[in-house]
């Protein structure tokens, strides 16, 4: 499963425009702080 995801997020780097790209790392940041986080 973390395969796919890593292709996943390889391919969503290539399609986004490069201006969009350090909104998805903070969102992604903050998808992975709520995992690790549930409160």
């Known amino acids: 499963i ?3 995801v ?3 997020d390889a ?3 290539v399609i ?4 969009q790209a350090p ?3 903070s ?3 903050l ?4 995992e690790y986080d549930s409160d």
């Open 31 to 34: 998808k992975v702080a709520k």
């Open 23 to 25: 909104d998805i790392s």
């Open 16 to 19: 986004v425009p490069a201006s």
């Open 11 to 13: 391919i969503m780097l």
């Open 6 to 8: 890593g292709h996943n």
């Open 27 to 29: 969102c992604r940041a």
């Open 2 to 4: 973390s395969e796919y």
